[in-house]
């Protein structure tokens, strides 16, 4: 533990000047992230409030339009149910990207945005480790040398929090929490110097998350979903990568990527059960031609099999009524997504002009699902006014393919096409720091995303008179203005993040409606004071409520003895404004061969309800409120060595 350390200030080059990135030092102590690095992603401008949730929300985007990758390559999730960890140990992750409008070619299959966790290299000095357990987890992790060239990391969590919700809950009226998540991950990373210029890593994750139900009547004032309720979501991966250096121009970096994701979902006589075998491939070749002039040439491409099986009730497409039959089917088939990617990078020359930095990028993508090709160009170009001030424009067109079954016959329609969006970006940066490690910096963006070809539900039929399910009827706008500001002054950090949003949808015959995460006013306050081996945070968070469509009515349905709902105006109405502090307080007692930190992170300390639904009752005259986390206190403790 070194006490004393040097700061070097200097400009990164960032190739997609949208991009932001997390290293540990800065998510390890987070307020309100436990720690987390996915969670602190979520103090930053343009991601939606999705109060214990596992979906990310970027930009005003639907969940499903963000992808999530480890080391370049998709993985199914990248946060445990709930919300509560990313599903890699903090310790083992380097840096987290987050990649909102006008991200670069290097990633598709995404209209949204793409998190990526980037794991670090083992550490080969001498055996390291530390073990940890607070309030809802607890967990290892132990890495060194294998020999002279090798190292290795290997890591292990496992949660309890559904017993901890359960207790914390069970006396409050005011919170009406139906569900909570158990979950456990296990991470391993072996690395090997082949020579010089040539790098070998093998990398294998496996994570497992299981829903169920906390409450002794969950969901019997529900006349939609009978009986029990689980859920269970497992998936493991396997990426071997080879970095080599080839000459002082040219590098390359290749990996594959192979494993499994399974997920199943009971719902009393209902069930979704689906598993699929995915295998990657991303290789990029990097080259800097000349000082005006480099180029890097990429592939990702990915095929997955599936094998699903459904039960759910039988519904007349014509009226978009159920029949209170129940209908099982089961389908395979596989899927392939391949891509070629070419980044450029030209400076030019000149007294004037050599300030100015563009990046004409092109991606190549086949959808077999679709049997659609396209070419999606994503340019952006930067103006560096002087050492501490840069513009920057960037402009793409993303496709992002059906999901989900969209595109099945039995499930969806085989005809859909992929769903299109084009992303501009404008923004600045400004460094006040004056060259030194004190100030403020300042990064403001207006962003804009054209959404067509949108995956709707519908109740029209075919040529042949066969019901469609799916078409893509639907249209979007996403407008919106997002600035981040950091201040330090020797001991201070002051953040303050804020985006303001409008993300309307627009369906056939219908009026323009907010869209699900529509959520007009995001602001994070987070600031922080080190003194010693102190360490204290605070984060105050304000968001404007999510849109809701209000029930206004309901109609008896004597066959299946139940009530069914008249919904007022699609998403007319919000709920009430998120409101939300966290403190964290931080101690570390330094020895000779070990460190032992203790931590108490209060979540939500002034218990406020924060709404996340309304539970309607048997006949939709009533409704009570189903509110977030209460005021939680984690207390945890690591030891390392």
Same mark, same amino acid.
């Given at each position: 533990?070194?006490?004393?350390?040097? /700061?070097?200030?200097?400009?990164?080059?960032?190739?997609?000047?949208?991009?932001? /990135?997390?290293?540990?030092?800065?998510?390890?102590?987070?307020?309100?992230?436990?720690?987390?690095?996915?969670?602190?992603?979520?103090?930053?401008?343009?991601?939606?409030?999705?109060?214990?949730?596992?979906?990310?929300?970027?930009?005003?985007?639907?969940?499903?339009?963000?992808?999530?990758?480890?080391?370049?390559?998709?993985?199914?999730?990248?946060?445990?149910?709930?919300?509560?960890?990313?599903?890699?140990?903090?310790?083992?992750?380097?840096?987290?990207? =987050?990649?909102?409008?006008?991200?670069?070619?290097?990633?598709?299959?995404? /209209?949204?945005?793409?998190?990526?966790?980037?794991?670090?290299?083992?550490?080969?000095?001498?055996?390291?480790?530390?073990?940890?357990?607070?309030?809802?987890?607890?967990?290892?992790?132990?890495?060194?040398?294998?020999?002279?060239?090798?190292?290795?990391?290997?890591?292990?969590?496992?949660?309890?929090?559904?017993?901890?919700?359960?207790?914390?809950?069970?006396?409050?009226?005011?919170?009406?929490?139906?569900?909570?998540?158990?979950?456990?991950?296990?991470?391993?990373?072996?690395?090997?110097?082949?020579?010089?210029?040539?790098?070998?890593?093998?990398?294998?994750?496996?994570?497992?998350?299981?829903?169920?139900?906390?409450?002794?009547?969950?969901?019997?004032?529900?006349?939609?979903?009978?009986?029990?309720?689980?859920?269970?979501?497992?998936?493991?991966?396997?990426?071997?990568?080879?970095?080599?250096?080839?000459?002082?121009?040219?590098?390359?970096?290749?990996?594959?990527?192979?494993?499994?994701?399974?997920?199943?979902?009971?719902?009393?006589? =209902?069930?979704?059960?689906?598993?699929?075998?995915?295998?990657?491939?991303?290789?990029?070749?990097?080259?800097?031609?000349?000082?005006?002039?480099?180029?890097?040439?990429?592939?990702?491409?990915?095929?997955?099999?599936?094998?699903?099986?459904?039960?759910?009730?039988?519904?007349?497409?014509?009226?978009?009524?159920?029949?209170?039959?129940?209908?099982?089917?089961?389908?395979?088939?596989?899927?392939?997504?391949?891509?070629?990617?070419?980044?450029?990078?030209?400076?030019?020359?000149?007294?004037?002009?050599?300030?100015?930095?563009? =990046?004409?990028?092109?991606?190549?993508?086949?959808?077999?699902?679709?049997?659609?090709?396209?070419?999606?160009?994503?340019?952006?170009?930067?103006?560096?006014?002087?050492?501490?001030?840069?513009?920057?424009?960037?402009?793409?067109?993303?496709?992002?393919?059906?999901?989900?079954?969209?595109?099945?016959?039995?499930?969806?329609?085989?005809?859909?096409?992929?769903?299109?969006?084009?992303?501009?970006?404008?923004?600045?940066?400004?460094?006040?720091?004056?060259?030194?490690?004190?100030?403020?910096?300042?990064?403001?963006?207006?962003?804009?995303?054209?959404?067509?070809?949108?995956?709707?539900?519908?109740?029209?039929?075919?040529?042949?008179?066969?019901?469609?399910?799916?078409?893509?009827?639907?249209?979007?706008?996403?407008?919106?203005?997002?600035?981040?500001?950091?201040?330090?002054?020797?001991?201070? /950090?002051?953040?303050?993040?804020?985006?303001?949003?409008?993300?309307?949808?627009?369906?056939?015959?219908?009026?323009?409606?907010?869209?699900?995460?529509?959520?007009?006013?995001?602001?994070?306050?987070?600031?922080?004071?080190?003194?010693?081996?102190?360490?204290?945070?605070?984060?105050?968070?304000?968001?404007?409520?999510?849109?809701?469509?209000?029930?206004?009515?309901?109609?008896?349905?004597?066959?299946?003895?139940?009530?069914?709902?008249?919904?007022?105006?699609?998403?007319?109405?919000?709920?009430?404004?998120?409101?939300?502090?966290?403190?964290?307080?931080?101690?570390?007692?330094?020895?000779?061969?070990?460190?032992?930190?203790?931590?108490?992170?209060?979540?939500?300390?002034?218990?406020?309800?924060?709404?996340?639904?309304?539970?309607?009752?048997?006949?939709?005259?009533?409704?009570?409120?189903?509110?977030?986390?209460?005021?939680?206190?984690?207390?945890?403790?690591?030891?390392?060595?």
């Amino acid at each position: 533990y070194n006490v004393f350390e040097t /700061t070097v200030t200097a400009v990164a080059e960032k190739k997609d000047r949208s991009k932001k /990135t997390l290293s540990q030092k800065d998510f390890l102590k987070a307020p309100g992230a436990q720690g987390d690095p996915v969670k602190a992603v979520q103090n930053l401008p343009g991601i939606a409030n999705q109060s214990f949730s596992a979906q990310i929300v970027i930009q005003g985007s639907e969940p499903d339009d963000t992808r999530y990758a480890l080391n370049g390559h998709e993985i199914p999730i990248v946060f445990h149910f709930g919300g509560l960890s990313s599903v890699v140990f903090p310790e083992a992750i380097e840096e987290v990207e =987050y990649l909102a409008s006008g991200f670069g070619p290097e990633f598709g299959r995404a /209209t949204g945005g793409i998190i990526n966790l980037k794991t670090r290299k083992p550490k080969s000095d001498r055996l390291n480790a530390l073990g940890f357990v607070d309030l809802y987890n607890s967990g290892g992790l132990i890495e060194g040398p294998l020999s002279e060239k090798s190292s290795a990391v290997f890591s292990a969590r496992k949660s309890y929090i559904g017993s901890v919700i359960e207790k914390v809950t069970e006396d409050n009226e005011a919170f009406d929490l139906t569900v909570a998540p158990e979950f456990s991950d296990v991470y391993f990373n072996y690395f090997y110097d082949l020579t010089e210029t040539d790098k070998l890593d093998i990398l294998a994750i496996r994570s497992e998350d299981e829903l169920k139900f906390i409450l002794n009547e969950p969901v019997s004032s529900n006349p939609n979903i009978r009986g029990t309720f689980y859920q269970n979501t497992t998936f493991y991966r396997v990426i071997p990568r080879w970095r080599k250096k080839i000459n002082d121009k040219t590098s390359m970096d290749v990996s594959l990527g192979y494993g499994d994701n399974n997920i199943l979902v009971e719902i009393g006589d =209902y069930y979704f059960d689906l598993e699929t075998t995915t295998f990657s491939q991303r290789a990029e070749v990097i080259t800097r031609h000349s000082e005006t002039y480099s180029s890097t040439i990429g592939l990702d491409a990915q095929k997955v099999n599936f094998d699903v099986g459904i039960s759910f009730p039988t519904r007349n497409f014509s009226t978009g009524t159920g029949s209170g039959d129940l209908t099982i089917s089961e389908q395979s088939g596989e899927s392939w997504n391949k891509s070629l990617y070419l980044r450029n990078k030209i400076n030019f020359t000149g007294e004037r002009s050599k300030k100015f930095t563009f =990046y004409p990028n092109f991606r190549l993508t086949e959808f077999t699902t679709t049997n659609e090709k396209y070419l999606m160009p994503r340019w952006s170009l930067n103006y560096q006014a002087n050492p501490t001030l840069s513009y920057y424009f960037s402009t793409g067109l993303y496709y992002q393919p059906p999901q989900n079954g969209e595109a099945t016959e039995d499930f969806g329609n085989p005809e859909l096409n992929s769903e299109r969006a084009i992303h501009y970006t404008l923004g600045l940066e400004k460094d006040f720091r004056g060259g030194g490690s004190n100030g403020f910096i300042l990064n403001l963006d207006v962003f804009s995303k054209k959404l067509d070809q949108l995956i709707i539900s519908t109740t029209r039929n075919n040529d042949d008179g066969e019901p469609l399910i799916y078409s893509n009827e639907g249209t979007g706008t996403i407008n919106g203005f997002q600035s981040l500001l950091k201040w330090v002054k020797d001991e201070f /950090t002051f953040i303050s993040s804020y985006t303001y949003l409008k993300s309307t949808r627009k369906n056939p015959n219908e009026p323009e409606y907010p869209s699900e995460f529509d959520q007009t006013h995001n602001l994070n306050l987070i600031a922080s004071y080190e003194r010693s081996r102190w360490t204290y945070s605070a984060r105050f968070r304000y968001v404007t409520g999510n849109p809701v469509t209000p029930v206004d009515s309901s109609i008896y349905d004597a066959d299946n003895d139940v009530y069914v709902p008249i919904e007022g105006r699609k998403f007319s109405e919000r709920y009430d404004p998120f409101l939300q502090l966290d403190i964290r307080f931080d101690r570390k007692w330094i020895y000779n061969n070990w460190i032992l930190s203790a931590y108490l992170d209060i979540q939500n300390i002034t218990s406020n309800e924060n709404v996340q639904n309304y539970n309607y009752n048997y006949d939709y005259s009533e409704f009570t409120k189903t509110s977030g986390l209460p005021l939680l206190p984690i207390f945890g403790i690591k030891g390392e060595y």
